[in-house]
């Protein structure tokens, strides 16, 4: 995960707005019912871009939130059995996203993340015997050896720590957020030219 430090400077102004935002729904999670609070909802789906699904999915993926938000052990598996079973979707990015908020040391699948992890996502589904499945315990497995062991491993890097002061000097109102989450924004800034 090596990005030069000048790379990692120009991405922290861009991550003001967002972790605003972040910080915000950070402080409302265990403070409002996420199904019945449209401004929490409406704030979650600008942070996280969550758009261009069907009512359904809302409905389910926020009933999901509200019953889970208390649970520290929370896994991704669990995540995206549930949204598989309930709305016959495989969804790695908001299905991580969604476990990142009920549980914060825990990174985001996200294109840009992966992309800067310098990895190659595996495919969402499997054909077997001419049907079509979702390929969960293959996306767990890569979320939690690929995207999460690999952002661990940087953490405890000088490389990490650099980062990690220069996002604290730059916005020390963050000091209460956990490390993962300042890697994870610093990833999904860095943009290549």
């Given at each position: ?45 600008a942070f996280f871009r969550l ?43 908001f299905g991580s996203k969604l ?94 030219k």
């Amino acid at each position: 995960m090596k990005a030069p430090i000048s790379k990692v400077k120009r991405s922290l102004p861009k991550i003001e707005k967002g972790l605003k935002q972040y910080i915000s729904l950070m402080e409302r999670i265990h403070r409002v019912n996420v199904v019945r609070d449209k401004a929490f909802q409406r704030d979650y789906n600008a942070f996280f871009r969550l758009r261009q699904r069907p009512k359904e999915f809302y409905v389910e993926y926020y009933k999901f939130m509200e019953r889970r938000k208390n649970d520290k052990h929370l896994t991704f598996e669990q995540v995206l059995k549930h949204l598989y079973k309930k709305l016959e979707r495989v969804e790695v990015s908001f299905g991580s996203k969604l476990l990142s908020m009920v549980r914060p040391k825990m990174p985001v699948w996200d294109s840009k993340v992966v992309k800067n992890l310098d990895l190659k996502e595996p495919p969402h589904y499997r054909q077997a015997d001419g049907k079509k499945y979702a390929n969960i315990c293959e996306l767990d497995e890569f979320y939690k050896v690929k995207i999460h062991k690999r952002i661990d491993d940087f953490l405890c890097t000088e490389e990490a720590e650099e980062w990690i002061k220069l996002f604290d000097e730059r916005y020390p109102e963050a000091k209460g957020i956990s490390k993962m989450k300042k890697i994870d924004l610093i990833l999904w800034q860095i943009r290549e030219k």
